[in-house]
């Protein structure tokens, strides 16, 4: 990446994780209605894990989204298993979001039998027919965004959408987020859309909670822009707003904006 190029994100860092949703909710909510003003039909990436926790049920209790008219896709899925398992993340937005809403339409990734390739070329079909409008995401320990980890990254990928073997500091992360009971038990595989779709979305909503992703908030700032820290790429973006809680933001000057930390190098 050309480190001298402009960059810049919108960062907010809350007290606590629940202000922390409540204010990327308060964002995404004012980015969807905005959207439904300007176009008949809005298509949505949502990611799926703990981290989106507060701001899908904030967005859920909203009385101003015209849901019947969004359209929404997720962005990974296991290799192998089961849409009616609880882990699926499919699974995951219909429990905490979707069977809530009259949701327009919700593209399942469906991963238990079919080959992985053919699910790929299938569902990265469906995401270029028209643009992506937002993507709610969040980042990994690691860094990654959607299932990019740092060794299967890459920030200039010509896929949609691809296959994946999934890291141990990954997998370790499913067992802190409780989706699996240990890491031999998470899949090694799964579908991920890659970097340059995420952040083809117009608009950005990422939300970053807890001590364990401090790391990958602090690189994100203030680290170079690297597959070694697949979020470094939404510093390129347009329309980035970051939220951190307490813990995930610590260390990170609040005299600073995102802004003013661009270009600094890692340690």
């Not at 001298?4 to 004012?30: D, N, Q």
């Not at 991963?111 to 709610?136: H, M, Q, S």
Request: glycine letters at 6%.
């Amino acid at each position: 990446m050309d480190e001298s190029l402009h960059y810049s994100f919108k960062m907010t860092i809350s007290p606590c994780r629940k202000a922390m949703g409540v204010a990327a909710g308060i964002c995404g909510e004012r980015i969807l209605c905005s959207l439904l003003e300007e176009k008949a039909h809005v298509r949505v990436i949502m990611g799926s894990a703990p981290s989106q926790d507060d701001v899908l049920a904030y967005l859920r209790n909203s009385k101003k989204i015209d849901w019947t008219r969004i359209e929404v896709f997720h962005m990974d899925e296991y290799v192998g298993i089961s849409p009616d398992d609880k882990a699926a993340f499919s699974n995951y937005l219909c429990r905490t979001l979707l069977d809530y809403v009259p949701i327009g339409a919700f593209h399942r990734i469906i991963a238990d039998t079919r080959e992985p390739e053919e699910i790929c070329k299938e569902y990265g079909a469906l995401l270029n027919e028209a643009p992506i409008d937002l993507v709610f995401l969040g980042i990994g320990e690691n860094g990654h965004i959607a299932f990019n980890d740092p060794a299967m990254a890459d920030l200039r990928d010509p896929l949609t959408m691809k296959v994946v073997q999934l890291d141990d500091a990954c997998r370790m992360q499913q067992v802190h987020d409780g989706c699996f009971p240990t890491i031999d038990a998470v899949p090694k595989q799964a579908v991920t859309l890659t970097v340059p779709t995420l952040l083809k979305g117009s608009h950005l909503v990422c939300t970053v909670p807890t001590i364990r992703k401090n790391n990958a908030c602090l690189r994100l700032v203030m680290g170079s822009i690297s597959a070694a820290c697949p979020a470094t790429a939404m510093r390129i973006h347009p329309d980035a707003n970051i939220f951190m809680d307490n813990e995930s933001g610590k260390g990170i000057p609040e005299f600073e904006t995102a802004e003013t930390c661009i270009g600094k190098k890692d340690k």
